[in-house]
Structures are given as structure tokens and as C-alpha cells.
T-cell receptor
Framework: GDSVTQMEGPVTLSEEAFLTINCTYT??????LFWYVQYPGEGLQLLLK?????DKGSNKGFEATYRKETTSFHLEKGSVQVSDSAVYFC??????????????FGAGTRLFVKA | GAGVSQSPRYKVAKRGQDVALRCDPI?????LFWYQQALGQGPEFLTY????????KSGLPSDRFFAERPEGSVSTLKIQRTQQEDSAVYLC??????????????FGPGTRLTVL
């Protein structure tokens, strides 16, 4: 079945450092890919998404590019801030014909940013 | 309200008790999802509704789990004869489904269920 694998955390960075959180997926067909974020004490919220190969999703300085050839959707940010400290989840939705209506989430990567 | 709400926020049940968890989606949202999130893990899909129709219940872990959305708005997740392994945070999410399943899902705060 469909699955998502993301790098284990925690990831600890200093402010203004470059961030990469790796995410790879296995899916039948052509899934849509997402990054969700959960800030401390808050609910899950969508950060960005890409619905077809070579699309780039971006939001709040974060970017991720849908790479079909490497089945990857790595999250990047050029300069992290303390306020980016959160848990980040990579996720996919397949097509109803092949994957039903499931959203498949990775296990999450906790990011700590130090001032 | 402006967002997805869930109640109760916390529930403690003795093993063997039945529980009911409520989700109030954003008004007018067609799609509604339920997820189970164990500590330190990502959410696991349980079931999906489009209006009142339950189109996918493949993630429900056993026949003790039952979900309904009779009028296409509020949804209830019921767990019968709770077991300790049911302890988790149960999340509800809704989306407008204007275009497709890829429309943004808005998540509620979750119900933390602890089974003793």
C-alpha cells in the first residue's frame, strides 16, 4: 500500500541555518503531496502542497518540489527562525481509484530552532 | 464557529466502556475525515465522509469502531468496548471539496482518549 517515510528527528538548528527535512513516498498512480505543521499547543495545519510532478509548493519561506523520478518531496527553508520550531509531517493522498480516500502521513519530524 | 471543533477534548474511559467522540466541521464543508494519532506518530486515517455518505472506512481498526454523519454535517466516532490500545488522540478534519480531495483539510484540536 501507499506509504510515506520521513527523516527521524529531532532536528536541532541555530537560527538562520538552512533546513532540509527529507520525505520519500511509495504510491500507486499519481498522488498529491503535502507538508503539514503542528506548532506547540496547536492543531495540525497545512503548510504547502503539490499536486503533480515537478510542481513546487511554497509558503512562509518553506519550499518542496514534487520529484516523481526520486519519489521525493523534501522540505527546505533557507533561514529558519525560532518560531519555526514545530513538528512537520509529510503526507500524500492517492487517487480514489487506486488508494481510496486516505491521507497517508509520515511519522513526523520535530524541529528545534535555537536563538 | 470559524474552525473545526471536537468534543470532548479529553476522555478517560475504563476498559470495556463505550465512548462517543463528536466533530463539528466547518459549515458547508463536504468532506470529513477521522484520524487516530498515537503518541509520537503521524495521524492514521480511519474513515472518510462525503456529505452523509461514508465512502471509505478501510482504516477503521476493528468492528468496535463505528462512525456516522447522518445529516452531512456533525459526525460522531463511536468506539465500543474500549481497549487500552485505543488510547490515542482522535483528530477530525474537514474540507470544502470544491475541486478535489486535495483541497485543504482543516483539523480540529483532537480528542485525547485514555483507556485505563
Amino acid at each position: 500500500g501507499d506509504s510515506v517515510t520521513q527523516m527521524e528527528g529531532p532536528v536541532t538548528l541555530s537560527e538562520e541555518a538552512f533546513l532540509t527535512i527529507n520525505c520519500t513516498y511509495t504510491a500507486t498512480g499519481y498522488p498529491s503531496l503535502f507538508w503539514y505543521v503542528q506548532y506547540p499547543g496547536e492543531g495540525l495545519q497545512l503548510l504547502l502542497k503539490a499536486t503533480k510532478a515537478d510542481d513546487k509548493g511554497s509558503n512562509k519561506g518553506f519550499e518542496a518540489t514534487y520529484r516523481k523520478e526520486t519519489t521525493s518531496f523534501h522540505l527546505e527553508k533557507g533561514s529558519v527562525q525560532v518560531s519555526d520550531s514545530a513538528v512537520y509531517f509529510c503526507a500524500l493522498i492517492g487517487t480514489p481509484r487506486t488508494g481510496g480516500f486516505k491521507t497517508i502521513f509520515g511519522a513526523g519530524t520535530r524541529l528545534f530552532v535555537k536563538a | 464557529g470559524a474552525g473545526v471543533s471536537q468534543s470532548p477534548r479529553y476522555k478517560v474511559a475504563k476498559r470495556g466502556q463505550d465512548v462517543a467522540l463528536r466533530c463539528d466541521p466547518i459549515s458547508g464543508h463536504v468532506s470529513l475525515f477521522w484520524y487516530q494519532q498515537a503518541l509520537g506518530q503521524g495521524p492514521e486515517f480511519l474513515t472518510y465522509f462525503q456529505n452523509e455518505a461514508q465512502l471509505d472506512k478501510s482504516g477503521l481498526p476493528s468492528d468496535r469502531f463505528f462512525a456516522e454523519r447522518p445529516e452531512g454535517s456533525v459526525s460522531t466516532l463511536k468506539i465500543q468496548r474500549t481497549q487500552q490500545e485505543d488510547s490515542a488522540v482522535y483528530l477530525c478534519a474537514s474540507s470544502s471539496y470544491r475541486d478535489s480531495l486535495t483541497d485543504t483539510q482543516y483539523f480540529g484540536p483532537g480528542t485525547r482518549l485514555t483507556v485505563l
